[in-house]
C-alpha cells in the first residue's frame, strides 16, 4: 500500500503523466507480475501454479489501482485472488493435487513449437506495440471529466446509461452459468438415488432388514402418548424396542400430595421451623419411601398413571 | 516511464499464457493459464481507457471480468464432471465426449 502512496504523492492515479511514484510501483509490480506468470507456467505442482497466478492476479490488480482504475483494482483483488483462485484451489483439492502434469508427450516436438510460438507472438506484440506507441501522450482520466466525480461513480453512468443493454445480459450469463454448474456438477450415479416407499416395504419382506414392521413408536397400546411412556405389547408388556438406548431411565416420581392442613405446602417453598417441628410427625402423605418399587413388568404404567392423574 | 511499458507487459503476460495453454496438460493449469490470458488484455484495456481519457476500456474490462467468472464456473464444473467419470485431470486423456 506504500505503493499506492508513493503513487499518489507523484500525483493522482490515472493522470496524464505518470510521475515517479508510479514508475516506481510500476517497476516492482510488473517483473512480480511476470515471475509469477513464468512460476505458474513452469511449476510442476498445480497447486503451485495456482498460488503463482494469485500473485500475478494481485500485483495486477494494484496496477489497476496506479491506473486510476480503482475500482476494477479492488474487484480485480476480490472476485479473482478471493474468489477464483480460491475455486481453483478448491478444485484442486477435489481433483487431487498429485494429478500433477505427464511428461509424456503425446504430439512429438508440440513443446519446442510451442516454446516457439509463444517466443515469436512476445516478439511480435512487443514490437508492434513498442513501434505503434512511440510518441503517445495520455490524455489521462481527469482531464476530460471521465473521473468526474471520482471513479466509481464514472463507471456507474457508463454502465447504466451507455451499456444497460450489455449489462443485462450479464444477469442472464450468470443465471445460465450457476445453472450449468449446477447441472454439471450434480453427480449422477444411482447409489445415492432414494428408495421409493414400495421398494422399502418389498426390501423389508425379503429380509433386508432384522424385522419386517417400523420399530414401535413410543406410547403404542400403552394409556398415554407420551414419549416418556414405553411402548407396550399386546399382553401388557414393555416393547423392549420402544426404549431408548441413549437416555438413561428415571423412575417416575409421583407428585407430592399436601396435607390439606398445611397451605405452605401448596406454594411449594419449604416449611419454616417452627412448622416443622409440629409437622413432621403428621405427615402421612410424606412422598419418599411410600412410592413401591417397580416390578419386571406392568408397574410402568401404573406408576404413569399415577403420574397423570 | 510510459504507458506503452503497461502494454508491453501485457503483451508479454498474453504470451507467457499461450505458452501455458499450449505446454500444460493438466486441464486446471490450462484453465489457469486461460485467465491469466483474460487478465493481461484487462491489463490493456485499462491502459487504453487511459490513454483515451474515457472509461469505456474500464467498463468493457469489468465486462471480461464478468464472462471470465463465468467461464470458470462453468468449465471448472465441467473439469470435475469429467474427472468423476475418468478419474484424471488430464486433457490428453479427454479424448471423447462421452464415456
Redesign the interface.
Known amino acids: 500500500m506504500s505503493l499506492l502512496l508513493l503513487a499518489q504523492d507523484a500525483g493522482l492515479p490515472?493522470g496524464a503523466d505518470?510521475g515517479l511514484g508510479?514508475?516506481i510501483a510500476?517497476?516492482i509490480l510488473?517483473p512480480v507480475?511476470?515471475a509469477g506468470?513464468?512460476g505458474?507456467?513452469f511449476a510442476r505442482n498445480?497447486v503451485h501454479?495456482?498460488l503463482c497466478?494469485a500473485g500475478?492476479?494481485l500485483s495486477?490488480g494494484l496496477?489497476?489501482m496506479a491506473?486510476?482504475?480503482l475500482?476494477?483494482g479492488f474487484?480485480?483483488i476480490i472476485?479473482?485472488t478471493g474468489?477464483?483462485m480460491m475455486?481453483?484451489l478448491f478444485?484442486?483439492m477435489?481433483?487431487?493435487r498429485d494429478?500433477?502434469?505427464?511428461v509424456?508427450e503425446?504430439l512429438r516436438g508440440?513443446?519446442a513449437a510451442?516454446?516457439l510460438?509463444?517466443?515469436g507472438?512476445?516478439v511480435l506484440?512487443?514490437a508492434a506495440?513498442?513501434r505503434a506507441?512511440?510518441d503517445?501522450t495520455?490524455?489521462?482520466?481527469d482531464?476530460?471529466g471521465?473521473?468526474w466525480n471520482g471513479?466509481v461513480p464514472?463507471?456507474g453512468r457508463?454502465?447504466f446509461t451507455?451499456?444497460l443493454f450489455?449489462f443485462e445480459l450479464?444477469s442472464a450469463?450468470?443465471i445460465?452459468?450457476?445453472l450449468?454448474?449446477m447441472v454439471?456438477?450434480y453427480?449422477q450415479t444411482r447409489a445415492h438415488a432414494k428408495r421409493s416407499q414400495r421398494e422399502t416395504v418389498e426390501a423389508r419382506l425379503r429380509g433386508e432388514h432384522a424385522r419386517i414392521s417400523p420399530l414401535p413408536g413410543p406410547g403404542v397400546f400403552a394409556t398415554a402418548n407420551s414419549v416418556a411412556v414405553p411402548a407396550l405389547l399386546p399382553d401388557g408388556s414393555i416393547a423392549p424396542e420402544s426404549l431408548s438406548e441413549i437416555i438413561d431411565r428415571t423412575d417416575v416420581q409421583p407428585a407430592p400430595v399436601p396435607s390439606p392442613d398445611d397451605a405452605h405446602a401448596l406454594t411449594g417453598r419449604p416449611h419454616n421451623d417452627s412448622d416443622r417441628s409440629g409437622h413432621d410427625a403428621s405427615a402421612p402423605h410424606s412422598v419418599r419411601g411410600s412410592r413401591p418399587a417397580p416390578d419386571q413388568n406392568g408397574t410402568y404404567a401404573d406408576a404413569v398413571e399415577g403420574a397423570d392423574r | 516511464m510510459s504507458t506503452t511499458y503497461y502494454l508491453l507487459l501485457s503483451a508479454l503476460l498474453f504470451s507467457i499464457g499461450a505458452v501455458g495453454v499450449l505446454v500444460r496438460r493438466n486441464a486446471i493449469v490450462v484453465f489457469m493459464c486461460v485467465e491469466l490470458m483474460l487478465n493481461a488484455v484487462n491489463l490493456s484495456l485499462v491502459t487504453f481507457a487511459r490513454i483515451n481519457g474515457a472509461l469505456d476500456g474500464q467498463v468493457m474490462a469489468f465486462f471480461v471480468m464478468v464472462v471470465a467468472a463465468a467461464e470458470v464456473v462453468v468449465g471448472l464444473a465441467i473439469i470435475m464432471s469429467i474427472f468423476r467419470t475418468r478419474r484424471t485431470a488430464s486433457i490428453d486423456d479427454a479424448n471423447l465426449l462421452k464415456y
Open positions: 490515472g505518470t508510479e514508475g510500476f517497476w510488473g507480475a511476470l506468470a513464468l505458474m507456467v498445480a501454479s495456482a497466478l500475478t492476479m495486477l496496477l489497476y491506473q486510476g482504475a475500482f476494477l474487484v480485480q472476485v479473482y474468489a477464483v475455486l481453483f478444485v484442486l477435489l481433483v487431487g494429478s500433477s502434469d505427464s509424456v503425446v508440440q513443446r510451442a516454446l510460438f509463444g517466443v507472438l512476445a506484440l512487443v506495440v513498442g506507441f512511440t503517445v495520455p490524455v489521462g482520466l482531464a476530460g471521465a473521473n471513479n464514472g463507471i457508463l454502465i451507455k451499456y450489455a450479464t450469463l450468470l445460465t452459468a450457476a450449468g454448474a454439471l456438477a453427480a
